[in-house]
């Protein structure tokens, strides 16, 4: 045994950094462990509500984000129907990610944690339903590290949540494939661009995000097809932004969209964010969701400490429920409503729904109020309205 942490956390992601965060800074020992050689490696489109800064405590700083956003376009497959969601409410940022990490980072361990890179989590040794020891692999060498209380913040595919036995049968995913292109002539590059369709991107979307007057993240997510040549058709498709434009990086990934799994604690162990299923289903927006639930965990675990009653940490999960968890729960509703949806039935949602109407159902929020909307439209009342109620 090399160590003994009261906390370990897997995973260097928002939820990760925000759990180490919260638990050192009430004075106990934390050691979180990265499998990659740097943060932010995972391909990511980058976009947050303004709010997310909030989540995140820490100050909006121009080296911390690419491009300041003032709205969305959301296109149907009739673009002429696409609708304009701009005002106040709606503002947000293209982060620089690998940055944005970095910051996370820094609070991390000025707060006392102990972040190690290229640790990879190789088996989580039980007693019973207690996690008591995880065995990983630092540069090549294989170490053992004890524990109080585990974090799995490791993403899809989580070690730790197979390890430890968490209930995954729900836990459904999309995969992306996204391009950082250069020379794209992307309009109101403080506007992002989702586009959907069975033809764009079956089950799913594609987006434009520009980051700045140079670059943009160009991505799609379908599920059940391989996404890599509807990417490509996109592009093709739109020579008005893409003519002499240059995909420079490209990356991939898979984010989950069946919503939060049923159990996210266990034992002596928490799951967060991907891990947990924790993201907005229809956006697949995942950075502020995951970072309330490291926040939420963190703090849930050094009560627990402190306090010295383990059923501290039961709470956690209800607290990320209460809004979050809701919010999550919504917006899977929203999404079984509209994925199969028609070609046509899409571009009719296109001219009823206004850009307040699409951000709160996409977000899950008043969904209630878009469904009376819904029942002056016979098709959208028989084929959405009913699904929400």
Sequence with gaps: MDMN?????????????????????????????????????????EA???SAFETAEIPV????????????????????KGVKISGSSYRGYILNKPQFLY????????????????????????????????????????????????VGADGVG???????????????????IQYVMVNCKVPEKDFIRIYMG?????????????????????????????????LDRFIEAHPEIFKGAKAIKEGGGAVPVGGQIKETSKGNVLLCGDAAGQVIPITGGGIRTSMGAGSIAGRCIADALESGRPEEIRKYSGAYSEYWGTR????????????????????????????EDIVDLANGLDVMRVVAKFSRHPVLAMKIASKLL
């Design 5 to 45: 942490y009261d906390v370990v956390v897997v995973g260097a992601g928002p939820a990760g950094l925000m759990a180490a965060r919260k638990v050192a800074s009430r004075g106990f020992s934390v050691l979180v462990l990265e499998k990659e050689k740097d943060l932010g490696v995972k391909a990511c489109a």
């Design 48 to 50: 947050v509500s303004a």
């Design 61 to 80: 700083t121009q080296s911390l984000i690419s491009n300041s956003i003032n709205g969305a376009y959301v296109y149907p497959p009739d673009e002429s």
């Design 103 to 150: 910051a996370l980072a820094s609070e991390a361990v000025s707060s006392g944690s102990e972040l190690m890179m290229r640790s990879e989590v190789k088996a989580v040794k039980m007693k019973g339903t207690t996690a008591e020891s995880l065995v990983y692999s630092h540069k090549g060498e294989t170490r053992e590290v004890s524990f109080k209380y585990l």
């Design 158 to 176: 989580s070690i730790v949540g197979r390890s430890c036995g968490f209930d995954a049968a729900d836990f459904e995913i999309i995969p992306t």
């Design 198 to 230: 069975k033809e764009v991107a079956p089950l799913g979307y594609a987006w434009i995000f520009a980051k700045n007057e140079y670059v943009a993240n160009v991505g799609i997510g379908v599920r059940g097809a391989p996404a890599k040549p509807y």
């Design 328 to 355: 999550i729960s919504r917006s899977l509703k929203v999404l079984r409503a509209i994925e199969n949806l028609s070609d046509e039935d899409l571009n009719l949602l296109g001219s009823v729904l206004s850009g």
